[in-house]
Structure formats: C-alpha cells, structure tokens
C-alpha cells in the first residue's frame, strides 16, 4: 500500500478506507499494537493518521506525535479528534468542558491551542523532545448536539500538516 490512511486506536469503528490499528484485536482492527510502544509502520508511507479520541488516553504524547511524523509522507495529514477542558468565547466567557474530566482513562487534557507546540519557531520546543513539525490546516471547536451526557462536553477537531 503506497499512499496509507491509518486509523490509530479505532476500536471497532474504523473509518472506511483506512487501516485500523489498536492495542485490542476488534472487528475493523488490521494492526495490533500498542500505540506507547511505537508505531509498526514504514517510514514516510502514510497519507493520513487519523486520531479520534486517542491522545487523551495517552502518557508519552511527545513520543507518539515524533512517530506519527515519521510515519507520514511529506504534506501528509494528521487528523485529531479531542475532548477541551475548556476555552474562552467572546460571547459567553469561560466555556468549562469538564467532560474531559469524567473518563477515568484519561491521562492528559487539552485546550485548543496545546498543538500550537509543534508549529516551527516555537521557543523551546526542540528542548522536549518534538523531533518534526507541523503546521495547522484547521481547529474546530463542537459540543455534542444532544443530550447524551449531563455534564458539558467540549471537544475540537484539529488537522496538521507535515513539515
């Protein structure tokens, strides 16, 4: 497969066209392994990395984000899907999305800027560890539309570009 879509922790819900990849063997599921340990995948052969609802459950995000840069091919994309623990609103002020909170699987929380890191000339960021960059394409901040959960949930949907 020249041009790979890749799916990372789709559980049983991989995105149609992609290659799923989970820690847990599901229906949908290509790849098993454990996204901390690394990802099996050849350098530079993916077009897309999908991540929805994955980097939350995450403890080495640094070591995940520097594999999905050498997995993906020059211009390749990175599609993000987070939970926010809030943001500010010109409207209403302090927006608070203690959705993130509530799963107590969840090892890191978001705001909508967190990826700005990754962006070139950011002061300092060769210091932790960040060993490619990106660009960001697009940032789109949702609730859920219905009533699912009695708390507020916030979540983003973030696109990065390989530099």
């Keep these: 497969m020249s041009e790979m879509h890749l799916d990372i922790g789709c559980g049983n819900k991989c995105k ?36 929805h609802h994955v980097f939350e459950h995450v403890s080495n995000l640094i070591g995940l984000m520097n594999e999905i840069h050498r997995v993906l091919m020059p211009g390749g994309r990175l599609e ?27 090892c890191r929380f978001f705001v909508i800027d967190s990826f700005n890191y990754w962006q070139p000339g950011v002061v300092g960021n060769t210091d932790v560890g960040i060993r490619g960059n990106f660009k960001i394409i697009s940032r789109e901040v949702y609730q859920y539309p219905d009533d699912r959960f009695s708390y507020p949930s916030l979540n983003a949907d973030i696109v990065l570009e390989k530099i």
Excluded: W
Aim: proline share 6%.
């Design 16 to 51: 149609e066209g992609y290659v799923g990849l989970d820690k847990v063997q599901l229906p949908g599921v290509s790849i098993v392994a454990d996204i901390e340990q690394g990802l099996p995948i050849k350098s530079a052969s993916c077009k897309v990395v999908r991540a």
């Design 80 to 106: 993000i899907g987070i939970p926010l623990v809030g943001m500010m609103t010109t409207d209403k002020g302090f927006v608070f999305g203690n959705g993130a909170y509530t799963d107590p699987s969840h």
